[in-house]
Nanobody
Framework: QVQLVESGGGLVQAGGSLRLSCAAS????????MGWFRQAPGKEREFVAG????????YYFDDGKGRFTISRDNAKNTVYLQMNSLKPEDTAVYYCAAALTRLTMILEKQYDYWGRGTQVTVSS
């Protein structure tokens, strides 16, 4: 069983930055594709970024390109999401997810384990 715990969320002004972290335990972190998703109030959960086991293959949702950076440290069993130039529409609960594959996954159904999420609020 894999446990994922997100941290780093909070309240930030538009244009600001946040760095989310997701610590994994209970499995072989370096074997998993990892991803970040988010869910805004009244909306479905959406893909934000995904990374393969080595960090060498990455996908972003369109609006995150150039603003968000996903990375991972397999020695620390942690995946990160650096978010810059934040907008009010980035306000959501951000979830970390692990897929039991070394590949980069972009669909919610491809992920096997989920964290509880961390709230990100961007004020205008």
């Amino acid at each position: 069983q894999v446990q994922l715990v997100e941290s780093g969320g909070g309240l930030v002004q538009a244009g600001g930055s946040l760095r989310l972290s997701c610590a994994a335990s209970g499995g072989t972190f370096s074997s998993y594709g990892m991803g970040w998703f988010r869910q805004a109030p009244g909306k479905e959960r959406e893909f934000v970024a995904g990374v393969n086991w080595s960090g060498g293959n990455i996908y972003y949702f369109d609006d995150g390109k150039g603003r968000f950076t996903i990375s991972r440290d397999n020695a620390k069993n942690t995946v990160y999401l650096q978010m810059n130039s934040l907008k009010p529409e980035d306000t959501a609960v951000y979830y970390c997810a692990a897929a039991l594959t070394r590949l980069t996954m972009i669909l919610e159904k491809q992920y096997d384990y989920w964290g509880r999420g961390t709230q990100v609020t961007v004020s205008s």
